[in-house]
């Protein structure tokens, strides 16, 4: 559904693909290279399929069949050794602790994905969050409350009771206390004050934004959080957020979750970071979306970075906190070694020996008394679950058929009892091959949702994690911090769907240590500007530079990383490329001989 109006931004993408099912019959055998002929053809003959050949051994699959069976038919001198060929998977670069919110602390993938566990948050700079959102529920006890604050409205209701969960999924990602249970956020207990902008129907209006703006301001905060977003300038609006950070405050706010080049405000106002969304393997999210950073027409055509996305954080399955009692959370243990899973349906805690059902098409009393292993797909979640109770198995495991955990529910009417759960193709094999398989499900105060409404509150709590300890530093000096050390990710450089890459906390905070917010070095991030304009006389790609804010007789410019030339420092050059056609280039100027430099801008032909 879209509105007009403002929108909350959160997206959950669903995908189904057909899969290679894992051999568990596949085994590798050593054998001299002169005799392996013939050690492959009795393998052939015993029914072995032959998967790969390779340097003094070759891997074959031998249907139903398993080793110590195989190595009694496969009796031949000539062979040195027969092993299971064992399964390999792709780890996620960074993944969530996998335990029980409920009674231990667990920390998201986005905290070490963004670093913000190599930094410590300083409490006593005062920094602090205004969230804009749908309330935070005061039922959830992962927080210092007393470092939270909050505007009640007429319309909305009380700022600390929910307009559904949303507004407090985004308020644990930014600042969860950092203690024995639930979550802990970017900057944990951070102070936080809240507005609720959104009524019962989950909208409101930019008017409402704007007042909300003045609020956060009046309310003495640094930062402004929007996991939200829509259609349509409004000058009022933008002015609120223009006032916000020329008072030396930082507003960031959600690209949007239609995976297309629109752009979305309050994101897309040049006074507020637009926030893209990637998943826990450093790729982009396919929901997030990616507007050109290209405004004006011929001559004045130009690349404002401030337009489009800038970073990007964790989006994708981001747990966090929920109204207490309100979200469904799952553990799953393999013979005791805790396996990521979702939650589905029907609470319950059981523990038996697993049974593979295969599709789960049909009731098959061998799942009598055990947890039912299931392949996704086929038939439904609830038709696999209720023909695995009806074959008396005592709870289900769904796999997912593409790599990844899925998120789903066994819908309505739901005529099962038993407890359903969801895990990763990635852990099929550790499912099947367990003795003992536990499945718990139930109430819980965390849950995971998608979107870039996570990922700005990622971006935010970072940004009050690196100020607290830089509290001599401005909104827009945090801003081009995280801009400037930024891990690049998709295509080389900065890009549409990244913007300079994801937030990297630790690297932010060493920048500021070299470049210290109001000191003398010369290296303050806020303190410089370059702004590029591409054309063509006579067909030859010309692109002036105009910048402010570096010192020094001499600059040096750099065009896609490479001095092109070193000038007196007078404000502006024109770089004469000499090429026609098409072609897009990175600009930025420093002080010559040093890496005191203004921001990176682009310009395309």
Not at 240 to 251: H, T
Not at 353 to 362: C, E, K
Not at 571 to 598: F, H, L, R
Request: hydrophobic share 35%; glycine share 14%.
């Amino acid at each position: 559904m879209k509105l007009s109006s403002l929108t909350v931004c959160i997206a959950l993408s669903f995908s189904a693909s057909v899969y290679a099912e894992i051999d568990n019959h596949r085994f590798i055998i050593q054998v001299d290279n002169g005799h392996k002929g013939v050690v492959k053809a009795l393998a052939k003959q015993l029914g072995g399929d032959i998967k790969l050949d390779s340097d003094g051994f070759f891997a074959a699959s031998f249907n139903g069949t398993d080793l110590s069976t195989l190595k009694g038919l496969l009796n031949n001198p000539h062979i040195k050794l027969i092993e299971q060929d064992h399964t390999r998977k792709a780890f996620n670069l960074f993944n969530d602790d996998i335990g029980d919110a409920m009674s231990q602390q667990l920390t998201p993938y986005a905290v070490y994905q963004s670093q913000a566990n190599q930094v410590l948050f300083d409490g006593n700079t005062g920094i602090k969050v205004c969230v804009i959102d749908s309330g935070l529920d005061q039922s959830n006890n992962d927080f210092v409350w007393g470092n939270i604050s909050g505007t009640n409205d007429s319309g909305t209701g009380n700022w600390n009771e929910q307009g559904g969960p949303h507004g407090t999924h985004v308020a644990g990602t930014i600042g969860a206390a950092d203690n024995s249970f639930g979550v802990v956020g970017m900057a944990p207990g951070v102070q936080m004050h809240i507005v609720k902008v959104f009524n019962a129907s989950g909208w409101g209006y930019s008017s409402s934004l704007a007042h909300a703006a003045n609020v956060c301001s009046a309310a003495g905060a640094n930062i402004i959080n929007m996991s939200l977003g829509g259609g349509g300038v409004s000058s009022t609006e933008s002015a609120a957020f223009e006032n916000f950070s020329s008072a030396g405050g930082l507003s960031v706010a959600a690209a949007g979750n239609d995976g297309n080049s629109v752009r979305s405000y309050p994101a897309a106002y040049s006074s507020v970071m637009m926030i893209g969304a990637n998943d826990a393997n450093n790729q982009i999210a396919s929901f997030s979306q990616f507007p050109s950073c290209e405004t004006g027409r011929g001559k004045k055509r130009k690349q404002d970075e401030t337009i489009c996305v800038e970073v990007t954080a964790g989006g994708v399955n981001t747990l966090s906190t929920y109204p207490a009692g309100t979200a469904s959370s799952s553990v799953v243990l393999a013979d005791g070694v805790g396996v990521a899973s979702s939650a589905m349906e029907n609470s319950g805690d059981e523990t038996a020996a697993p049974y593979f059902m295969g599709l789960g098409n049909a009731v098959d009393v061998g799942a009598n008394g055990k947890v039912c292993v299931i392949d996704r797909g086929s038939i439904s979640f609830h038709d696999k679950a209720l023909n695995c109770q009806n074959s008396g198995g005592v709870a289900a495991v769904i796999v997912n058929n593409e790599a990844g955990l899925f998120s789903g529910t066994l819908g309505s009417p739901n005529n099962t009892s038993i407890p359903t759960v969801g895990v990763a193709l990635e852990d099929r094999s550790e499912m099947l091959n367990a003795l003992s398989i536990r499945v718990k499900v139930g109430a819980s105060d965390y849950g995971y949702m998608s979107g870039t409404s996570m990922a700005t509150p990622a971006v935010a709590g970072v940004a009050a994690l690196v100020w607290s300890n830089h509290p001599d530093c401005s909104g827009e000096d945090i801003r081009s911090a995280l801009k400037a050390t930024a891990l690049d990710a998709g295509a080389s450089g900065k890009d549409v769907y990244f913007g300079y890459g994801i937030v990297q906390a630790k690297a932010a905070d060493d920048y500021l240590i070299a470049n210290p917010c109001g000191g003398d070095g010369g290296g303050d991030p806020g303190t410089t500007d370059l702004n590029v304009t591409g054309y063509k006389v006579r067909g030859v790609q010309h692109v002036d530079l105009v910048w402010s804010g570096i010192s020094g007789s001499l600059v040096d410019i750099y065009r896609n990383g490479i001095v092109v030339n070193s000038v007196n420092n007078d404000g502006e050059y024109t770089d004469i490329i000499g090429v026609k056609g098409g072609g897009s280039y990175t600009y930025k100027v420093c002080e010559s001989g040093t890496n005191k430099c203004t921001s990176e801008q682009s310009v395309e032909f």
